[in-house]
């Protein structure tokens, strides 16, 4: 049957349908006036009802998070220029807290600490935003970190083991290479499914570059997020950017996927929150910083680990960076963080001095999970290697002296040369288990003592050239974390040792 036509209602029917339609519902909206405004702050009356940590909204179009309750005033941050923001203009409450756009879509693009884009790209294709304070997950909710997470590096995979869900310092004075480590690490994982996600807090924009250049020519780009709050952005952006970073990571995990976190670094993290902090009047404590610096890190720093089935059975494993100055390892923020961290990689620029690259101070770092997220193998390993190389440089240190020294004295020295030289390792070149293994067991044996840097460098290749040809199924046994026996030993032995006659010649004359 043809639908009948509706009629149309007159003029004055339309009218009266409308005046005895419902009146909408009112909508409060609460309006504060902007009383100062400094350098990343600014002071908002008449707000009284707004509540800590939400989201102001000007009427320039700049948004700000309420900092301090104060009767008739309000401290806030404001999340971009303090320019555009002037006295005397509207202020109104959102009623939300600060969120980031979470999910697949992020992987790729260069954001900065709100998920905008930085890349030239169309915004963050998502709908589901995430507020960037969550508390930790309690411990009901944990699991025991077992997993390693390699890093091709074979200071750190050896001596220093890291494990997926643990948190592992960098720390080191600047320019020793805290950047590099973390950068080669993010690389190390291009086979491995680990999402990573870089956040970038006060670095001049020509170092994030060179990070973004890096994890593009490696080919990690598409598993990778990178947040940017650079050193000309709102100290108010440096503040959220790693906790944005956490909220993003953490809804990966929860989704059962291994996620990675460089925050680099949180030296600048915590001078923003302290320029903040000042800047509204906080009562300074030690080193000029607020009294609740070591909350903000830990609070941050909780959020992650080794998650169990019932939460998503994801992990989140974070390696923070914090400067030192002049090796000072007791100053505020650096024990600070060193307490809150499961362990950290020291880099020493007294190796630096010595071209020793990764510089990691074997002597000085360490890992708290141990050796319960590192292969047998390479455990089998490690234990020999610090006490070969905190012998050597306890008696290089003596024989700095010029006293005369006795054969095995003079061997322990060349060994220990040898065994340093080894863990010499270039920028962006990962190594694979089976490869650090082989090259730092011809190392101990002694198939590299008395080689110059420029023939070690060849044997280390020759080495690693013949692991890639055939390793013996080595590999295999490493991921099945089974034991080193002697046989193996003398395989692996046999092979470098056939590797570096090839190359160079075990008298270190060319063959």
Same mark, same amino acid.
């Given at each position: 049957?043809?639908?009948?036509?509706?009629?149309?209602?007159?003029?004055?029917?339309?009218?009266?349908?409308?005046?005895?339609?419902?009146?909408?519902?009112?909508?409060?909206?609460?309006?504060?006036?902007?009383?100062?405004?400094?350098?990343?702050?600014?002071?908002?009356? %008449?707000?009284?009802?707004?509540?800590?940590?939400? *989201?102001?909204?000007?009427?320039?179009?700049?948004?700000?998070?309420?900092?301090?309750?104060?009767? %008739?005033?309000?401290?806030?941050?404001?999340?971009?220029?303090?320019?555009?923001?002037?006295?005397?203009?509207? *202020?109104?409450?959102? %009623?939300?807290?600060?969120? *980031?756009?979470?999910?697949?879509?992020?992987?790729?693009?260069?954001?900065?600490?709100?998920?905008?884009?930085?890349?030239?790209?169309?915004?963050?294709?998502?709908?589901?935003?995430?507020?960037?304070?969550?508390?930790?997950?309690?411990?009901?909710?944990?699991?025991?970190?077992?997993?390693?997470?390699?890093?091709?590096?074979?200071?750190?995979?050896?001596?220093?083991?890291?494990?997926?869900?643990?948190?592992?310092?960098?720390?080191?004075?600047?320019?020793?290479?805290?950047?590099?480590?973390?950068?080669?690490?993010?690389?190390?994982?291009?086979?491995?499914?680990?999402?990573?996600?870089?956040?970038?807090?006060?670095?001049?924009?020509?170092?994030?570059?060179?990070?973004?250049?890096?994890?593009?020519?490696?080919?990690?780009?598409?598993?990778?997020?990178?947040?940017?709050?650079?050193?000309?952005?709102?100290?108010?952006?440096?503040?959220?950017?790693?906790?944005?970073?956490?909220?993003?990571?953490?809804?990966?995990?929860?989704?059962?996927?291994?996620?990675?976190?460089?925050?680099?670094?949180?030296?600048?993290?915590?001078?923003?929150?302290?320029?903040?902090?000042?800047?509204?009047?906080?009562?300074?404590?030690?080193?000029?910083?607020?009294?609740?610096?070591?909350?903000?890190?830990?609070?941050?720093?909780?959020?992650?680990?080794?998650?169990?089935?019932?939460?998503? %059975?994801?992990?989140?494993?974070?390696?923070?960076?914090?400067?030192?100055?002049?090796?000072?390892?007791?100053?505020?923020?650096?024990?600070?963080?060193?307490?809150?961290?499961?362990?950290?990689?020291?880099?020493?620029?007294?190796?630096?001095?010595?071209?020793?690259?990764?510089? *990691?101070?074997?002597?000085?770092?360490?890992?708290?999970?141990?050796?319960?997220?590192?292969?047998?193998?390479?455990?089998?390993?490690?234990?020999?290697?610090?006490?070969?190389?905190?012998?050597?440089?306890?008696?290089?240190?003596?024989?700095?002296?010029?006293?005369?020294?006795?054969?095995?004295?003079?061997?322990?020295?060349?060994?220990?040369?040898?065994?340093?030289?080894?863990?010499?390792?270039?920028?962006?070149?990962?190594?694979?288990?089976?490869?650090?293994?082989?090259?730092?067991?011809?190392?101990?044996?002694?198939?590299?003592?008395?080689?110059?840097?420029?023939?070690?460098?060849?044997?280390?290749?020759?080495?690693?050239?013949?692991?890639?040809?055939?390793?013996?199924?080595?590999?295999?046994?490493?991921?099945?974390?089974?034991?080193?026996?002697?046989?193996?030993?003398?395989?692996?032995?046999?092979?470098?040792?056939?590797?570096?006659?090839?190359?160079?010649?075990?008298?270190?004359?060319?063959?």
């Amino acid at each position: 049957m043809p639908r009948e036509a509706t009629p149309e209602l007159t003029f004055d029917e339309l009218v009266q349908a409308v005046l005895d339609s419902p009146p909408p519902a009112p909508k409060i909206s609460e309006v504060g006036r902007v009383a100062e405004v400094g350098d990343g702050i600014a002071i908002v009356t %008449g707000l009284v009802r707004a509540l800590s940590d939400e *989201v102001l909204e000007f009427a320039s179009g700049g948004r700000g998070i309420v900092f301090d309750l104060e009767p %008739g005033r309000l401290g806030v941050v404001l999340l971009g220029p303090s320019e555009q923001i002037s006295m005397g203009e509207d *202020v109104r409450r959102t %009623g939300r807290v600060v969120g *980031v756009p979470v999910g697949t879509a992020l992987l790729g693009r260069i954001v900065d600490a709100l998920g905008r884009p930085r890349d030239d790209k169309p915004p963050v294709d998502t709908v589901n935003l995430h507020p960037i304070e969550v508390e930790a997950p309690d411990i009901l909710h944990r699991s025991a970190v077992t997993r390693p997470l390699a890093t091709g590096l074979k200071a750190v995979d050896a001596a220093v083991p890291v494990g997926l869900g643990q948190r592992e310092l960098i720390i080191g004075d600047r320019q020793t290479g805290k950047t590099s480590i973390a950068v080669d690490t993010i690389l190390n994982q291009k086979d491995t499914g680990v999402i990573c996600l870089y956040c970038s807090i006060g670095q001049r924009g020509d170092a994030v570059a060179k990070v973004i250049g890096a994890i593009q020519d490696g080919a990690m780009m598409d598993r990778t997020v990178i947040i940017v709050a650079g050193d000309e952005d709102a100290p108010g952006l440096a503040y959220v950017a790693p906790y944005a970073a956490m909220t993003m990571a953490e809804n990966f995990a929860a989704n059962g996927q291994d996620v990675l976190v460089v925050m680099d670094d949180l030296t600048h993290h915590a001078h923003a929150y302290r320029e903040l902090s000042l800047l509204l009047r906080r009562p300074p404590g030690r080193e000029a910083f607020p009294g609740d610096i070591f909350y903000v890190h830990a609070r941050l720093l909780e959020r992650a680990g080794q998650f169990s089935p019932s939460v998503g %059975g994801g992990s989140i494993t974070v390696l923070p960076v914090v400067q030192t100055q002049a090796e000072n390892l007791s100053a505020f923020i650096p024990t600070n963080l060193i307490s809150i961290t499961d362990g950290q990689i020291y880099l020493s620029p007294r190796l630096v001095r010595k071209n020793q690259f990764p510089a *990691v101070d074997l002597g000085v770092s360490v890992s708290r999970v141990g050796g319960k997220a590192q292969a047998r193998a390479f455990r089998d390993v490690s234990g020999n290697l610090r006490v070969t190389l905190s012998q050597f440089e306890e008696l290089e240190e003596f024989a700095r002296f010029g006293t005369r020294l006795d054969d095995a004295t003079r061997a322990r020295l060349t060994r220990g040369e040898a065994v340093r030289a080894a863990l010499r390792q270039p920028e962006r070149d990962p190594m694979t288990a089976a490869e650090q293994l082989t090259v730092l067991l011809a190392a101990m044996e002694g198939l590299m003592d008395g080689m110059d840097e420029t023939r070690a460098t060849a044997a280390m290749a020759a080495i690693r050239a013949a692991v890639r040809a055939d390793d013996a199924g080595l590999a295999v046994r490493i991921a099945d974390n089974e034991r080193l026996t002697d046989a193996d030993r003398t395989r692996i032995v046999a092979t470098a040792r056939g590797a570096i006659a090839a190359q160079v010649g075990l008298d270190g004359t060319d063959p």
